[in-house]
């Protein structure tokens, strides 16, 4: 999607970005963005509060609490999505192939991801 919605708003952004922290997507605050993101992720309550400033004055509050809404619940969905067994169109298929193979986005696992982002581990 990130793909699409990029070249209809006349760019390519670099999807490599999704994986490699030292990558710029070629998103306007992309930087901010991550950073933000990043610290909802790992819960760190107090870097949310003063990025969201931040973010808000380049990005507008709205923008702000939609870039918010999608850090939190990006996890939950893509399991739901997984749980319910959501098909992908073959024409998703062939494009998703692609983009995960070049992404490397195959070599992360659930079980990885859980015991860093879970908050009931020890």
């Given at each position: ?104 986005i195959n ?8 015991s860093r ?6």
């Amino acid at each position: 999607m990130l793909r699409v919605s990029s070249q209809s708003e006349g760019f390519d952004a670099n999807l490599n970005a999704v994986t490699l922290d030292d990558v710029d997507s070629g998103i306007l605050h992309s930087s901010l963005l991550r950073q933000l993101t990043e610290a909802t992720i790992e819960m760190r309550w107090d870097d949310v509060a003063s990025l969201r400033s931040e973010v808000s004055n380049a990005i507008g509050s709205q923008s702000t609490v939609d870039a918010l809404a999608v850090a939190s619940g990006f996890n939950g969905i893509t399991r739901v999505a997984d749980a319910t067994g959501i098909p992908i169109d073959s024409y998703e298929d062939d494009l998703g192939r692609e983009i995960r193979s070049s992404i490397g986005i195959n070599e992360f696992h659930y079980s990885a991801k859980s015991s860093r982002y879970d908050p009931v581990q020890p």
